[in-house]
Structures are given as structure tokens and as C-alpha cells.
């Protein structure tokens, strides 16, 4: 069930790294330097199912109900049922055997450990990293609050969280195999010449599927949506007639050079919400909704994408919820999808 996030990946190689140059080394070989207790501290946040390694702390439900409105229930609910196709996080208790198990945290997961683990280091999806310790007990709570397995008041702790039995918790044993059996191979065996090593390691986690209407898991979202964008237009021109012109083109002949420069900060921090409409966001290709916000002036629209805003339609994260921004790079992600509807 331990899907590794990316950022596990590359703490094993900065491990490996860090095994392989190491203190003296780097002095043989004039490369590096020493990874400080600090550096190191700062890799080193895996919690095991025991618990070993959550930090001291606790929270509760109660105080988890708000930030996880905040941060999660655009993409998981409100009550972590999952808006459009994003993960579900609460239910399914039962349908492990079905044809269609219901996985969440409640129904599949063995240890309530890698939830603190999990959300520490994954989510929200758009700001990995960006809880604090204290929110992240309160959004650990809530979510096995939502899972009915703690009480809302129950102080989760660093002490009794490995203690809650999570309900699949037999669900799952230790492999005891050795994990490598080769015998020599002692009768017509294969060229070693002629065997091939292939390998790939993109797209870890295909996301394509959360798009709508997208009919294939793609590598990266903005990549399917970029893809579906490009086979419309084809279909369109295929319709009329007309000549294909290439988007980035047509957009730079209308653009300003802030909002071509904004574009890329679009695709990694707003795309996720004004691509769709996730969550109540106008989207992108919605010029009617954008030419009715323009109206405040395009000061307003730029404070509420710094600031953050509760509008009609939902809440607008600051900075889409990427404090790592600048607030020119947001700016422009503004002028971007302002004078995108030209
Ligand atoms: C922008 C959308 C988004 C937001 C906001 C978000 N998540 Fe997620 N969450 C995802 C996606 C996408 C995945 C699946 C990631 C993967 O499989 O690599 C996920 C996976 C998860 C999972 C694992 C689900 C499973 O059973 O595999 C948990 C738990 C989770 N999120 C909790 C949270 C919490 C708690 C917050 C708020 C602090 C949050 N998420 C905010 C999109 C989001
Ligand atoms: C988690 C989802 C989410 C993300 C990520 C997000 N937005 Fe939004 N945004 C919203 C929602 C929801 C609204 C509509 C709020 C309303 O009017 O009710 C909105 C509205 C806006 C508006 C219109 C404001 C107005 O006054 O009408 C602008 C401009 C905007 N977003 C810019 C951005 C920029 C720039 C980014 C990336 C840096 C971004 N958004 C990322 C959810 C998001």
C-alpha cells in the first residue's frame, strides 16, 4: 500500500548520496561537502508503524475541522468523500472484495502512523510540506475522525497514535520470502550479450485521469490537458477548414511579456484549480466568468490571488496556496489568465 511519493525517492538517493561521498571521502575527492545534523535532520522524517519518529505533539479533530476545510476538502470533501475523481479518504468499510473496492485511509490502510507521515510530507498536493506539526496532528485527527475511528475530542498524540487499530490492519502480513531468488542458470542459458536492461521512472503517479473527459493516464496533468486542448483544435480545423496556428504563437501575439512569463507559474500552481473548475474556480477557458471579475479591475483580481479570498464560489487560496511564490511570479500568473481571454 506505500505508494512512495516522489520526495521518498529522492531521499533514498540523497541517502545513498550522502553513504557515498561521506565525510572523508569528500575530502579525497574534493567533491561536496558533509551533510550537516541539520541538512540531514531535514531528510530524516519517515515515522515508522510504530510510531517511532512522529514528533512531539497532538491534536484533535475539533481543531482539524477548519484547516482541513482550508487546505483538503476542495479536492478530498468535506466530509473526505472525494470532489470529482480526487482520492476518497473516508468510507468503504467492506468493499475490499467487491469489483470495485472503495480504498481509503478508513477501509485499506494498516497503520494510522502513515497518515501523520503521508500528509506531512504529501499533501496538499499544491504545497507539499507547507503544514505545520500542529496542523498536521488536528488534519491527522479529523481525517480518522471522518473514518469514525476516533472520537472528535480525543487528543491524538504522539503517544497513542500507533495505537489506534486501523480496521484492515490483518488485511496486510510481512512477506517472509527472501526478496531475490535467481538459481544459475546451467543449461541453455541466454547470451548475456544479448540481454538488455530497460528501465523508466517518469510519471510515477499518472494523474491524467483526474481530468475530465481525459481517456488515458498521462504523465502530467497540464500534459493531458494540453493534449485533449491540441486534438479539439484539430477537430475544429479538420470541421472548418481552417489553418492550424500553433497556441503558444497566437498567444504571443497578443500577450504582454509578464503574462508569457507567467504562464509557466499558471501550470504549477493554478492550473490545478482554474483548469477544471475545481473547487468553484473560473476556469481558465471560461471567458465569459473572467470578462465579469475583470469589472473590480485588474488590481483586485491581483490582490485576491496574493491575499487570498472567500468569494461566491468557493475559496481562493493566497497564492494558491504556494507561500514560495513572489508575488511578481503571481502577478503574472494573473496577467496571464487575463490576457488570456483576448
Ligand atoms: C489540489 C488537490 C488536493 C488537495 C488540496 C489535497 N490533496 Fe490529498 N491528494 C490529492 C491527490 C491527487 C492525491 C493522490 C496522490 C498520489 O496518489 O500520488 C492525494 C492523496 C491523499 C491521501 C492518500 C489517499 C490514499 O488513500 O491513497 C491522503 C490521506 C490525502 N491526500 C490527504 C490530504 C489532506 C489531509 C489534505 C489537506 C492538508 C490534502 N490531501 C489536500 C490531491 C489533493
Ligand atoms: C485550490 C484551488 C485554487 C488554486 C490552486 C488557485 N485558485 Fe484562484 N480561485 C480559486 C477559487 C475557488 C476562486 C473563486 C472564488 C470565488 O470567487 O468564489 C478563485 C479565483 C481566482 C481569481 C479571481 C479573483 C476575483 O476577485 O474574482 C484569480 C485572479 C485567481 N483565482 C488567481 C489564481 C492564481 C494566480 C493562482 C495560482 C498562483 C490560483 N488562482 C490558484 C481556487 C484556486
Redesign the pocket.
Known amino acids: 500500500m506505500f505508494?512512495l511519493?516522489k520526495s521518498a525517492l529522492a531521499l533514498a538517493i540523497a541517502l545513498f548520496a550522502c553513504a557515498a561521498v561521506g565525510a572523508s571521502n569528500s575530502q579525497d575527492y574534493q567533491i561536496g561537502t558533509a551533510a550537516t545534523a541539520a541538512e540531514i535532520a531535514g531528510w530524516d522524517i519517515d515515522i515508522r508503524a510504530d510510531g517511532k519518529g512522529l514528533p512531539v505533539g497532538s491534536g484533535n479533530a475539533i481543531n482539524g475541522e477548519e484547516?482541513?476545510e482550508i487546505?483538503?476538502a476542495?479536492?478530498?470533501g468535506v466530509f473526505g468523500e472525494g470532489e470529482g475523481r480526487?482520492?476518497?479518504?473516508a468510507g468503504g468499510e467492506g468493499t475490499l472484495a467487491d469489483d470495485r473496492p472503495v480504498?481509503?485511509?478508513g477501509s485499506?490502510?494498516p497503520y494510522a502512523s502513515t497518515?501523520f507521515d503521508?500528509?506531512r510530507r504529501?499533501?496538499?498536493?499544491?504545497a507539499p510540506m507547507s503544514?505545520d506539526d500542529q496542523?498536521v496532528y488536528d488534519?491527522?485527527a479529523y481525517?480518522l475522525y471522518l473514518n469514525d475511528l476516533i472520537e472528535e475530542d480525543f487528543e491524538l498524540s504522539q503517544d497513542n497514535l500507533a495505537q489506534i487499530e486501523m480496521p484492515n490492519q490483518d488485511g496486510f502480513f510481512v512477506d517472509n520470502r527472501p526478496d531475490v531468488s535467481n538459481p544459475r542458470c546451467m543449461a541453455d542459458c541466454a547470451d548475456p550479450a544479448s540481454l538488455m536492461i530497460q528501465s523508466s521512472l517518469s510519471g510515477i503517479?499518472p494523474?491524467g485521469h483526474?481530468v475530465e473527459g481525459a481517456d488515458a493516464p498521462a504523465s502530467s496533468h497540464s500534459g493531458q490537458h494540453d493534449l485533449e486542448a491540441s486534438k479539439e483544435a484539430e477537430r475544429k480545423a479538420a470541421i472548418t477548414g481552417e489553418q492550424l496556428v500553433s497556441s503558444v504563437a497566437q498567444k504571443n501575439a497578443v500577450m504582454s511579456a509578464e503574462a508569457i512569463a507567467g504562464e509557466a507559474t499558471y501550470k504549477v500552481a493554478c492550473g490545478?484549480?482554474h483548469d477544471s473548475g475545481?473547487a468553484g474556480a473560473p476556469k481558465l477557458a471560461d471567458t465569459d466568468a473572467w470578462l465579469t471579475r475583470l469589472q473590480q479591475g485588474k488590481e483586485i483580481l491581483t490582490i485576491h490571488a496574493l491575499e487570498g479570498y472567500a468569494g461566491a464560489k468557493g475559496y481562493m487560496p493566497a497564492k494558491g496556496?504556494r507561500a514560495d511564490l513572489s508575488d511578481e511570479a503571481v502577478t503574472n500568473a494573473v496577467l496571464f489568465m487575463v490576457e488570456s481571454q483576448q
Open positions: 505508494r511519493p484547516s482541513y487546505f483538503c476542495s479536492c478530498h480526487w482520492p476518497v479518504l480504498k481509503t485511509v485499506y490502510w497518515l503521508y500528509i504529501a499533501m496538499p498536493f499544491t503544514l496542523q488534519i491527522t481525517v503517479t494523474i483526474f490545478v484549480c475545481l496556496g
